[in-house]
């Protein structure tokens, strides 16, 4: 181990011990309560609706292109 490994172990420790922990009463409820994921939920669905949407008209446009309609 080199010295400056042993060095910047020896600032993480004095790091450690001078930061307090704080204890924080959480559950798992108390996080999925504050991570409010319905509008994000809505969002990625109107996403995907319309990425496959536009895809669908690409592939439309392919074919009628292949079978000589215009």
Known sequence: MTH????????F????MAVPSFALDTTIADIFT???ISGLNSN???LL???VGINLLFLGARYLRKSGVR
Do not use: K, S
């Open 34 to 36: 504050a991570a409010n």
């Open 44 to 46: 990625v669905g109107t």
């Open 13 to 16: 420790a004095i790091f450690a």
């Open 4 to 11: 400056v490994t042993r060095l910047l172990m020896a600032i």
């Open 49 to 51: 609706i319309g990425f």
